[in-house]
T-cell receptor
Framework: GNSVTQMEGPVTLSEEAFLTINCTYTATGYPSLFWYVQYPGEGLQLLLKATKADDKGSNKGFEATYRKETTSFHLEKGSVQVSDSAVYFCALTPWDFGTGTKLQVIP | GAVVSQHPSWVICKSGTSVKIECRSLDFQATTMFWYRQFPKQSLMLMATSNEGSKATYEQGVEKDKFLINHASLTLSTLTVTSAHPEDSSFYIC???????????FGAGTRLSVL
């Protein structure tokens, strides 16, 4: 079956630092891949997605590239802000979510 | 704006009572909705898949008699926590997939505290 492995947090960064949150997956076929973000006290919202190999999803300065050869979908941002503090989830399908990575950005 | 509305956002109840949580898709029809439970260390657990007009599909280990799901219309699914106990205290989140866009929209979540 499918599975998603996401790096454990929490991740603490200073403002303007570079962010990488690793996500790898196992799946049959070629699923779409998603990153969701959950701000404190809220539900999840879609951050970005990619539907096929080599696709790059991007939104709000975040990027992730669908790498079929390494079965990865790492989330990156060049310069994080305090407002990016949240929990980030990598996902394949509604049944297949990573465990979430908490990001804390300090001024 | 929100495309999936979840209500209430926070509920406190006494042990032994039942609590109903509503999940509505606001501008699209959702034949399927999902119910999740989020644990303190943030991990999401899919509890069940709610299917309009038929029985919900529960994940392994989830008590269907305790967590009653009803999907009465194409825009509304409800989760009722029956005879709630303190160990049921948690954050419950619903979602609805919008198939045309291949995107899952989430409600804002319901914080349940059972005293």
């Amino acid at each position: 079956g499918n599975s998603v492995t996401q790096m454990e947090g929490p991740v603490t960064l200073s403002e303007e630092a570079f962010l990488t949150i690793n996500c790898t997956y196992t799946a049959t076929g070629y699923p779409s891949l998603f990153w969701y973000v959950q701000y404190p006290g809220e539900g999840l919202q879609l951050l970005l997605k990619a539907t096929k190999a080599d696709d790059k999803g991007s939104n709000k300065g975040f990027e992730a590239t669908y790498r079929k050869e390494t079965t990865s979908f790492h989330l990156e941002k060049g310069s994080v802000q305090v407002s990016d503090s949240a929990v980030y989830f990598c996902a394949l399908t509604p049944w297949d979510f990573g465990t979430g990575t908490k990001l804390q950005v300090i001024p | 704006g929100a495309v999936v509305s979840q209500h209430p956002s926070w509920v406190i109840c006494k042990s032994g009572t039942s609590v109903k949580i509503e999940c509505r898709s606001l501008d699209f029809q959702a034949t399927t909705m999902f119910w999740y439970r989020q644990f303190p260390k943030q991990s999401l657990m899919l509890m069940a898949t709610s299917n309009e007009g038929s029985k919900a599909t529960y994940e392994q280990g989830v008590e269907k008699d305790k967590f009653l799901i009803n999907h009465a219309s194409l825009t509304l699914s409800t989760l009722t926590v029956t005879s709630a106990h303190p160990e049921d205290s948690s954050f419950y989140i619903c979602s609805a997939p919008r198939r045309l866009q291949n995107i899952q929209y989430f409600g804002a979540g319901t914080r349940l505290s059972v005293l």
